[in-house]
């Protein structure tokens, strides 16, 4: 019965200019309302100290999100993360206890500390890339192969752990090798100035690179990649390499950090790393994501983890917490990519 | 929420099927239909053409439900209708055959045309007789020979069309749209095709016919609309037009030609296939053909005659088991698209969704994808060069896009077209290999495609086009290859051919 008015078209099309404009900027919206209603809760939550404590928490876990990024931009996923997180924070633990400990595995090994976090995170990355050549040349789904990988490292990591380390918690590090993770550069944590020079490696890699616009191109059509001379192989084999890289530096950082090492160390953070880049808005469908994003996501996760138990929230209420944002960021995430009409 | 009302009629010996008034449509930043009017008649076909972006599919679109209109009327057989969704226009006898077919190639051909809808026997188990035995009776009514049995994956493109239209019709329907369905159709499945159309029209469907395609227009339409920029322009009975006419109300202005002139001249020979066969397409076999410089060789051939496979194996996309290619005298090993690219060899391929364009990625970065090693320095790449070569790009090639930061798949076919043919021209190749390069583009920019096509092979470089279109090839192209069953059937010069000739050559190793 009605025809709709000009000024009727104009409100519907404004309204939907501002809901796209939400949409589109979710993932900021929901950090600052959990943060809004964290210091509502407890003002003394807004404090440096208490951001420093979450960037520097959440920076280990950055990092691994940044690796992740790139192989699920890829339209992949990687499940050995925790367990390259394990590997490198053995091996690299093992290297680097102190030399008066009685119970010292390697005897009189002496190294500067940034010899065996090199060679963890090579280490890693060799094997992230034969991932890369599982998946590309063997055409196994990144599902697989890496699910299969984090069998395979966790054995190993624990065969080591075992015969090597005497199967107990790898501690007493020396120095040297917990302040590389726990110290400060003039106040500014060191996983911080990690973290940060790391997001501006991947930032740049991403939007500056070649490397990046062909990773992009795969991730939106594999086939118009292929004719326009994208070499995938190579590509993804890289990819894989650089997360690889991430994984080892990570898990050196994050046994520095906290001072020990098992073998059971990093379970279950690949889960935590997808879910940050999930959140952060890159696709599991491939070919969308940025760095920013990747970043808030995480942020938004260490949030979570730190202030809502600030404001004394049962633990086990914060994973229904963050089970509920991860889908409601997918949600809205699904919204701009199903085609409207 | 808008309601039609109205009893508006328009008497006419036929009486009116379905009758749309003053739809309009926007979408942000454009008015997509402006207050278009559409009456089609029992038992006709109503043609509806107009350049890419005119709005047919829109409009289509809401006539369907797919859309809602912003306002407007819509009356079937004389009852003011209003669809919010495609379910309600099906069970209204409204169906839709889509230029891209949704099928769901793992499932059967009867499976596919009762999807969602399958007779039950006792409510829980599919009455398989009765879907086979319906299917056969459709099938029989419209003279389609397909086995209902076969899964679609076997069929070839023309049956699956067939059986969209098998399905259409078996809504018992009254309107049939059909966006497209020549676009990859050879001139023998065009020609069953209509045989089907006529059949729809005697049980007194009406069809919409959406096509680029005006020579067929003109063998199949009762009546023919234009639209433009959003706005129905005209609409005439068949016989009171002429194809010119209608280019012209189409573009808004006089095209005199459809075809630019042919001002290059062939030279040397450039590129020289000996006795390529393909590996995983081992129909194709004992291909050989030269190309010359600044000479535009047409591929014609029927649906399945392998003229996709024979570019992409020159280009390496496809494995080659045997063969030599020749540019200049030395040997090219085109391995790879990489390699080939190297060799300053270009691959427009056929399916622009396919493996076209990156949907994702803006029309900046589709355009620079393929060259950007040039534009490297130790794998960082200068942004200044790539925005240089873009928007020159944008400009020479008359791309129509509000940015080049826009994302490709905002951007209508003609212009990813353009945008792709762009990719390759920064690459700076000697030989193109086009794969109908003019596939579901409008007639104004399918000109400034041959016109592009023929500069380049006035600056010596040497062409491959292929082309369902048979006036394209006479009208482009300086000789044409024929494909006939993965072999070369014969080459024979434009200028001395014709389309007898060349169908007959099309069916030599059938």
């Known amino acids: ?341 | 929420m808008i309601y039609l009302i109205g009893d508006k009629l328009i008497m006419d010996n036929n009486p009116v099927l379905l009758h749309v008034e003053k739809v309009s449509k926007a979408f942000p930043g454009v008015q997509a239909l402006d207050k278009v009017n559409l009456t089609v008649q029992k038992g006709s076909v109503h043609a509806l053409v107009g350049e890419n972006g005119a709005g047919k599919s829109t409009l289509m679109k809401c006539i369907f439900g797919i859309y809602h209109a912003d306002e407007g009327l819509m009356e079937l057989e004389g009852n003011p209708v209003n669809f919010t969704d495609p379910k309600q226009a099906l069970d209204h006898g409204i169906t839709m055959v889509h230029q891209e077919l949704n099928q769901v190639s793992r499932l059967r051909v009867m499976d596919n045309i009762w999807l969602g809808r399958f007779p039950m026997k006792n409510g829980i188990v599919i009455d398989e007789k009765k879907v086979l035995e319906d299917t056969k009776k459709i099938f029989k009514d419209l003279e389609i020979n397909i086995n209902p049995l076969l899964k679609v994956e076997k069929l070839s493109v023309s049956d699956r069309q067939m059986i969209e239209i098998a399905k259409a019709s078996s809504y018992n329907a009254k309107i049939i749209v059909m966006d497209e369905p020549t676009s990859s159709l050879s001139e023998k499945e065009v020609a069953h095709l209509f045989k089907v159309i006529r059949k729809l029209k005697e049980k007194g469907c009406g069809i919409i016919y959406i096509s680029h395609k005006l020579e067929e227009i003109f063998s199949i339409a009762d009546e023919v609309s234009v639209m433009r920029d959003g706005k129905m322009i005209s609409t005439k009975n068949i016989e009171d037009i002429n194809i010119d006419n209608v280019i012209t109300l189409m573009v808004g202005r006089k095209l005199d030609n459809r075809f630019p002139k042919k001002t290059n001249t062939p030279g040397d020979v450039l590129l020289e296939i000996k006795n390529m066969a393909l590996v995983y397409s081992p129909l194709v076999k004992d291909i050989s053909f030269t190309l010359r410089k600044g000479e535009i060789l047409g591929i014609s051939g029927l649906e399945g005659s392998m003229r996709t496979q024979i570019v992409e194996g020159i280009f390496g996309y496809r494995t080659r088991e045997s063969g030599k290619i020749f540019v200049n005298g030395k040997e090219c090993r085109n391995n790879s698209p990489e390699t080939s690219i190297k060799n300053k060899f270009a691959l427009l391929t056929e399916e622009r969704k396919n493996n076209g364009i990156f949907p994702g990625m803006s029309v900046k970065d589709n355009i620079s994808i393929s060259n950007l090693e040039k534009y490297c320095k130790l794998g960082v790449i200068n942004d200044e060069k790539v925005n240089k070569d873009v928007s020159q790009v944008i400009k020479s090639l008359n791309v129509k896009t509000p940015s080049d930061k826009v994302m490709i798949r905002n951007l209508s076919g003609g212009n990813q077209q353009k945008v792709i043919f762009g990719r390759w021209m920064l690459t700076s190749p000697d030989i193109l290999l086009l794969d109908e390069p003019t596939r579901g583009i409008d007639v104004g920019a399918k000109y400034e495609i041959y016109q592009l096509i023929i500069e380049l092979a006035n600056e010596g470089k040497g062409i491959i086009m292929i082309s369902s279109e048979m006036p394209e090839l006479l009208g482009v192209s300086n000789r044409i290859l024929v494909m006939s069953n993965g072999q070369i059937a014969g080459i024979v010069n434009t200028e001395e051919t014709n389309q007898e000739e060349i169908l007959r050559l099309a069916a030599k190793y059938l």
């Not at chain 1, 469908?285 to 994003?293: L, T």
């Open chain 1, 1 to 341: 019965m009605v025809e709709l008015t000009k000024e009727d078209i104009e409100k519907k099309r404004k309204h939907r200019v501002i809901k796209n404009r939400l949409m589109n900027n979710a993932i900021y919206i929901v950090l600052f309302v959990l943060i809004v209603i964290i210091t509502l809760v407890d003002p003394t939550f807004l404090s440096i100290n208490n951001f420093k404590f979450i960037f520097t928490q959440a920076s280990t876990r950055m990092i691994l999100a940044l690796g992740v990024s790139g192989i699920i931009v890829l339209a992949g996923c990687d499940l050995a993360i925790g367990r390259f997180v394990g590997l490198s924070a053995v091996v690299s633990a093992s290297m680097m206890q102190a030399l008066d400990n009685p119970n010292i595995i390697f005897p009189g090994l002496d190294l500067p500390v940034f010899i065996p976090i090199l060679l963890v995170v090579l280490l890693c990355g060799l094997i992230s890339m034969i991932d890369g050549i599982i998946v590309t040349k063997l055409s196994v789904t990144a599902f697989i192969a890496t699910l299969g990988m984090s069998m395979i490292l966790y054995g190993a990591t624990s065969t080591y752990y075992e015969k090597v380390c005497g199967a107990a918690p790898i501690g007493s590090l020396r120095t040297s090798f917990t302040s590389f993770a726990q110290g400060d550069f003039f106040g500014v944590p060191n996983l911080i100035i990690y973290a940060t020079i790391i997001i501006a490696i991947m930032w740049f890699i991403w939007n500056k690179t070649r490397l990046g616009r062909n990773l992009f191109a795969i991730g939106n059509n594999v086939e118009a990649a292929k004719v326009s001379g994208v070499n995938i192989t190579k590509t993804i084999i890289i990819i894989y390499l650089i997360a690889g890289f991430l994984y080892g530096f990570a898990g050196a950082l994050e046994v520095g950090r906290t001072g020990s090492a098992t073998n059971n160390m990093g379970n279950g953070y690949e889960l935590d790393a997808i879910a940050a880049c999930v959140v952060g808005g890159v696709s599991l469908m491939g070919g969308v994501g940025n760095i920013f994003g990747i970043v808030v996501g995480v942020i938004i996760f260490q949030v979570i983890n730190y202030g809502l138990v600030y404001i004394s929230v049962s633990p086990y209420l914060l994973y229904i917490i963050k089970g509920a944002i991860v889908i409601l960021a997918v949600a809205i995430d699904a919204q701009k990519y199903v085609t409207r009409k």
